[in-house]
């Protein structure tokens, strides 16, 4: 019985896949179901961990900022997620994804928020450095620079 309880834990209590979380990130803003649920699956990530899960869990906490009810709150949270976003970029400044998370969290959040400065920097990083990728990241960034309101249509069209 013990055997079982610790198998659960452990594999409740996993490092979630980045696959897992690529496909959550692209509904979280859906729905308060889905972005409970992505905030869900990041609540064990913590800065030892990979700096894109963490630039993740950031992100996670700016869409939950949405939800929260008092306006301390909603700050509170959203610095917390921010403060993430910028932490992995920090360590991992090279990083096309997690440049990705910041670029879309900063594109849609109001700009009385105040995080909205790296914008231009980050999407040329993007246009920059997606020919390199390949596979799933290079389709996964393909599909957010063709949704994304920050690239014309001339850029989107370099994706493709």
Same mark, same amino acid.
């Given at each position: 019985?013990?055997?079982?309880?610790?198998?659960?834990?452990?594999?409740?209590?996993?490092?979630?896949?980045i696959?897992?979380?690529?496909?959550?990130?692209?509904?979280?803003?859906? %729905?308060?179901?889905n972005?409970?649920?992505?905030?869900?699956k990041?609540?064990?990530v913590? &800065? #030892? $961990?990979? @700096?894109? =899960?963490?630039?993740?869990?950031?992100?996670?906490?700016?869409?939950?900022?949405?939800?929260?009810k008092?306006?301390?709150?909603?700050s509170?949270?959203?610095k917390?997620?921010?403060?993430?976003?910028?932490y992995?970029?920090?360590?991992?400044?090279?990083?096309i994804?997690?440049?990705?998370?910041?670029l %879309?969290v900063?594109?849609?959040?109001?700009?009385?928020?105040n995080?909205?400065?790296?914008k &231009? #920097? $980050?999407? @040329?990083? =993007?246009?920059?450095?997606?020919?390199?990728?390949?596979?799933?990241?290079?389709?996964?960034?393909?599909?957010?620079?063709?949704?994304?309101?920050?690239?014309?249509?001339?850029?989107?069209?370099?994706?493709?």
């Open positions: 019985m013990k055997t079982i309880f610790l198998f659960l834990f452990l594999f409740l209590s996993s490092t979630p896949s696959t897992e979380i690529r496909k959550l990130y692209t509904t979280a803003t859906d %729905s308060e179901i972005a409970k649920e992505f905030a869900a990041l609540n064990e913590g &800065k #030892e $961990d990979s @700096k894109t =899960l963490v630039a993740y869990k950031g992100a996670s906490l700016a869409i939950i900022s949405k939800l929260e008092k306006i301390s709150d909603k509170k949270k959203f917390e997620g921010s403060s993430l976003i910028e992995a970029v920090a360590n991992e400044p090279n990083s994804e997690i440049r990705m998370i910041r %879309s900063q594109e849609n959040v109001p700009k009385i928020v995080y909205r400065g790296n &231009k #920097e $980050d999407k @040329k990083f =993007l246009l920059d450095h997606f020919k390199e990728q390949s596979g799933a990241l290079k389709t996964y960034i393909g599909d957010f620079i063709t949704q994304s309101k920050s690239f014309t249509a001339t850029e989107k069209l370099l994706v493709k």
